[in-house]
């Protein structure tokens, strides 16, 4: 009874205690926001890396597709390839949707402010519809968001703006041909200037819509006054050539789009490369029809059925080289690893801070124990026992550490909670953004707070608090009786 | 009742020995009020933390009741200075966070485990209040020891001392830092707790002006009894003072 009163009583009335409360609180405070923060930023990019590449993808290294042969040596179109996965007994119930897409590397060129700008882009072929059933990629569109059923059609604004276009080139083509531009014929590389009258009377291509990233669509600088300013560079409606290298060998091959939506993941990875387009179309394209460079496959239930659908994939396939089946973990394997060994080391490293809290807790506990030899000695001659003495002690670092552990998941709970105002408030002081949403795409600080990591975090900083009591509260333990009683 | 029987002590920092009790004998009877006088340094402190198991002497026996308690284990050694002995410093040794009455009730606190005391807590608290009643503290309850005069203080440490109803109260200078109508007064006090209660009282102290009230006196010198007449009446004892 008498170690609950005193360690009640010890910490009413020691203000050092109030040290070792506020250096644990401020060590478990910073910890719980650092890995909300830590925490929110990987789940968004899982969520991203997941959302895109949906749950288990079927690629191939080959540049034309998949050469899946039938029972005749006949190679398998995707559609084929769809239904002999569907009718596998294993497969059958436990994959909700699968489509298939063509992925490549290629060149975006598109005009600006009269200049032609050219990106590296990866391309991708889809069919809208259903690789919006395998999830991740309607919801991050800008114009059909949500949408169950996007497409590449065009809206009569784009159309209308397509043809203003079409016009003004035209027109300008038109009037560089009234001033011809003269060869210079003593150059043998020289590029002849362009002829628009060959294209007069030919009908126009059938124009196909593509979507493209936002950060590819949208450039962002900052103005004289250090604000970013946020530019169109490519609206709907407007044309952009593509040029990528055939399926079956690798020459140029190239076509034209219009662009008819974004893709805004706010992952800047994605929205500065990727580009949609229709699947046949790029098929056509790439000289590929009917195939397809890999399969993306979203599951009934994730956690329960990957361990099976990949084994089974794997058989089906016959652990063909060419044939790469993982899930998106494994696909992602070492960025999530980087992801968890950067938080892990983080952790690491602020965890020290509650080492900090621990170090003062040991200087002040040394310093009070040394003021309470006197009380020490008293305790002893009416009875307490050396590890009552030290029960006393040690249950004090626990109540600090309890108390300060409170405090902190408290403190750090409303931080994580109000970030993002207290972000804004620190940024109008400043006078700078502490958190660009520019560099990182994001609305807003993303966070996450786990139950689990909390309880971690404040079981670490208590036993931490009463590890850096136990010398003090050894030595009060140790101490005799009648040494104590005659300290001044 | 209580017998120190041939009892050394040394104390020791590093090279330098200091020798404090030199094969001391003492016998103290039941229910006896006995006072230990002697110069300083004679070992008077020293042998009433022996007495009360504060301390081991380096030879020699420590025997209550016919049984030898200096060899005992700490758990019982514990129990003995929590039960049995009472103890009363010249300095009170309160603890400052604690009220007058959760000083007193300290021993009790000792005693108990948290369930126990919370089935117990009210006869314990009646009978804080009774022995804080007996010493005229009933009014300071509440008070913190920094607010209570010395005399105060030391009542408080004497009701602290009966709580548990010891046997034996060893008191070490109980009046050395009271003033002379404070120190009689405690003197009263604990002379009345030794009729009324016949707890046994050893009391070590310098103040030759209280010792008459007191049924024996011994005296120290070197470490060892010089003068014990055994128990005697009050007019023998001032006989007794006037050579001491």
């Known amino acids: ?488 | 009742m209580l017998m120190a029987r041939d009892i050394w002590k040394t104390y020791r920092r590093d090279a330098v020995e200091v020798r404090v009790l030199n094969g001391l004998n003492l016998e103290v009877h039941t229910g006896e009020f006995l006072s230990i006088v002697g110069a300083s340094g004679s070992g008077k402190s020293t042998l009433l933390h022996l007495l009360g198991v504060l301390d081991k002497p380096d030879s020699g026996e420590i025997i209550l009741d016919g049984k030898r308690i200096d060899n005992l284990p700490s758990k019982e050694r514990d129990r003995l200075r929590n039960r049995t002995f009472g103890y009363i410093f010249q300095f009170y040794h309160l603890l400052p966070e604690l009220s007058t009455l959760d000083n007193v009730l300290m021993p009790a606190y000792v005693a108990h485990s948290f369930m126990n005391w919370w089935q117990t807590r009210r006869q314990w608290r009646k009978r804080a209040h009774e022995l804080l009643e007996k010493v005229g503290l009933s009014l300071r309850i509440k008070h913190r020891p920094r607010e209570l005069s010395g005399g105060e203080m030391q009542r408080a440490a004497i009701a602290r001392a009966l709580i548990m109803n010891p046997r034996v109260l060893l008191a070490d200078e109980p009046t050395g830092n009271l003033d002379a109508d404070s120190g009689r007064v405690i003197i009263q006090l604990l002379r009345e707790i030794n009729r009324e209660e016949g707890v046994t009282i050893i009391m070590v102290t310098h103040n030759l002006d209280i010792v008459p009230m007191t049924d024996r006196v011994v005296r120290m010198c070197n470490g060892q009894i010089t003068d014990d007449p055994g128990l005697l009446p009050s007019s023998s004892t001032a006989q007794l003072l006037i050579t001491v």
């Not at chain 1, 190679?75 to 490549?104: F, G, W, Y």
């Not at chain 1, 604000?227 to 409606?237: C, F, P, S």
């Not at chain 1, 893709?263 to 195939?291: A, C, N, W």
């Open chain 1, 1 to 488: 009874m008498y170690k609950i009163l005193l360690c009640a009583r010890y910490l009413q009335t020691r203000y050092l205690a109030f040290v070792c409360i506020v250096s644990v609180m401020l060590g478990v405070a910073t910890l719980i926001v650092v890995n909300a923060v830590m925490s929110g930023f990987s789940t968004k990019l899982k969520d991203r890396l997941h959302g895109i590449l949906s749950d288990v993808v079927i690629d191939t290294e080959r540049t034309d597709g998949f050469e899946v042969l039938d029972e005749n040596g006949y190679p398998l179109t995707p559609e084929q390839m769809i239904v002999k996965i569907k009718s596998n007994e294993i497969l059958r119930d436990r994959i909700q949707a699968i489509t298939p897409t063509i992925e490549t590397f290629a060149i975006l060129q598109f005009r600006y402010r009269g200049t032609v700008i050219a990106k590296p882009v990866r391309l991708i072929g889809i069919d809208p519809q259903s690789r919006a059933a395998v999830g991740g990629f309607a919801e991050y569109l800008v114009r059909q968001k949500g949408s169950a059923t996007p497409s590449f059609d065009l809206t009569a604004e784009a159309i209308q703006r397509h043809e203003w276009n079409r016009k003004q080139f035209e027109f300008q083509a038109a009037s560089s041909l009234a001033q011809p531009t003269k060869m210079n014929i003593d150059d043998p590389n020289a590029v002849p200037p362009p002829n628009m009258e060959i294209d007069k009377g030919i009908p126009q291509p059938k124009p196909y819509g593509a979507i493209v990233g936002y950060a590819i669509a949208h450039f962002r600088y900052r103005d004289d006054k250090g604000q970013t300013v946020e530019e169109v560079a490519l609206e709907e409606g407007d044309d952009v050539i593509i040029t990528t290298a055939g399926g079956q060998e690798l020459k140029p091959v190239w076509g034209s789009f219009l662009v008819t939506d974004y893709l805004k993941t706010e992952m800047s990875e994605y929205d500065q490369s990727f580009v949609f387009v229709p699947l046949d179309q790029l098929q056509r394209i790439r000289g590929m029809i009917g195939r397809a460079t890999a399969f993306q496959i979203k599951l009934t239930n994730y956690e329960r059925d990957k361990d099976i659908v990949t084994k089974e994939l794997r058989t089906l396939f016959r652990n063909s080289p060419e044939v790469r089946i993982a899930t998106w973990e494994e696909h992602q394997g070492p960025l999530l690893a980087a992801i968890d060994v950067e938080r892990g080391i983080l952790n690491l490293l602020l965890f020290m801070i509650v080492g900090v809290a621990g170090f003062s807790i040991l200087a002040i506990f040394t310093m009070i124990v040394s003021e309470k030899y006197r009380d020490i000695g008293i305790m002893k001659s009416l009875g307490a026992s050396n590890w009552g003495v030290l029960q006393i002690f040690i249950g004090y670092g626990l109540l600090l550490g309890t108390v300060g552990c409170a405090l902190g998941t408290l403190m750090g709970v409303c931080i994580t909670n109000n970030i993002n105002e207290i972000e804004a408030v620190l940024s109008g002081l400043t006078g700078r953004a502490v958190f660009p949403r520019d560099v990182y795409y994001f609305k807003e600080i993303p966070t996450n707070i786990d139950s689990w990591t909390i309880i971690l975090i404040d079981a670490g900083a208590v036993a931490t608090a009463m590890l850096f009591s136990l010398i003090p509260a050894w030595h009060a333990a140790s101490l005799h009786p009648v040494r104590a009683l005659r300290f001044e």
